[in-house]
């Protein structure tokens, strides 16, 4: 089946699919980004993922490439027209559009839209059985993360030290010694006390779509928690601790730079949330 993605107003086949050389997202990495799961065709918390797109397009001056219902109407499109009935997720990027290359903003305000979709398996898999290993490097990110960038050298060099290390993360850490968040994940622990905890939503993170969810998820189960950064030593010590992100959903994380998370396996606190977001992810897009 040929995948199809939306380029600037059109739908083409993927391997046609093409932006100019001076996109300023290809030149300058100056663009947003969104990735939105896929539950058996349903695009999951797709609101809020729009929310934080609002939020990253104003913050960088942005345009909207077209309406926020339009921009609904063709992820709906990408996924109907890739026959995406089972699980996945959708990319959106925004970028500020093609201009002859110069750091100031162009005159226009034409911004280029790309979306693309593949099938991902989201609930299967060894990782949320058996757990993941994260390590820990320096956080050398700017001091904007909150904005979703495109820009993400510091995030994939993490990614890649984590790999080949043998790990699936790298939890980066402040200049004061607190974890801030993974390179495609936020960060959490069960602390030795039993205290949930993930670092406040503030510019040092992203505050991740499925991070809130989690937080809403805990709050109607009565599981307390605390907004707070935690230090890698505390994370240590904790009895558990797991990743939240669209494409990783819940996963235990057992091994910090090697060293054991409680007895080294899935925690009960994270299984528990585990099985809440499930269950959110299978409830969603009726009627929206
Ligand atoms: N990454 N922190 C960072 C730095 C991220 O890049 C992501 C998501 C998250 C989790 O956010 P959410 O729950 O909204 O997915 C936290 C996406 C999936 C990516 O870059 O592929």
């Known amino acids: 089946m040929t995948r199809i993605a939306y380029v600037n107003g059109r739908y083409v086949p993927h391997?046609?699919?093409a932006v100019h050389i001076e996109d300023r997202g290809y030149q300058f990495a100056d663009g947003v980004y969104e990735v939105i799961a896929v539950r058996r065709g349903r695009l999951v918390d797709e609101n809020g993922h729009l929310d934080r797109l609002k939020h990253s397009l104003s913050e960088l001056r942005i345009a909207w490439p077209l309406s926020r219902r339009a921009l609904k109407i063709i992820l709906r499109e990408v996924v109907r027209r890739n026959r995406l009935n089972g699980d996945g997720m959708v990319y959106l990027q925004v970028t500020r559009g093609v201009a002859p290359r110069s750091h100031a903003f162009p005159d226009h305000r034409e911004s280029a839209l790309v979306v693309t979709a593949r099938r991902l398996r989201l609930l299967q898999g060894n990782e949320a059985d058996a757990g993941v290993d994260v390590i820990t490097i320096p956080d050398i990110r700017w001091?904007?993360?909150d904005i979703k960038s495109i820009s993400l050298l510091p995030n994939i060099l993490g990614k890649q030290q984590a790999e080949d290390s043998g790990a699936s993360e790298a939890w980066m850490v402040d200049s004061g010694g607190q974890v801030t968040e993974g390179t495609l994940s936020n960060?959490?622990?069960?602390?030795?006390?039993?205290?949930?905890?993930?670092?406040?939503a503030s510019r040092a993170i992203l505050n991740g779509i499925t991070r809130q969810a989690v937080l809403r998820l805990a709050t109607e189960a009565e599981i307390a928690f605390s907004e707070r950064p935690f230090t890698v030593n505390e994370a240590k010590a904790a009895r558990e601790a797991f990743?939240?992100?669209?494409?990783v959903l819940v996963t235990p994380v057992v091994r910090i730079d090697g060293e054991p998370v409680g007895d080294g396996r899935t925690g009960e606190f994270t299984a528990k949330l585990l099985a809440f977001y499930a269950r959110h992810m299978d409830n969603q897009g009726k009627g929206t």
Do not use: N, Q, S
């Open 15 to 17: 391997h046609e699919a």
């Open 143 to 145: 001091k904007r993360c």
């Open 187 to 200: 960060a959490w622990i069960v602390t030795e006390m039993g205290e949930l905890v993930t670092r406040d």
């Open 243 to 247: 990743i939240t992100g669209t494409t």
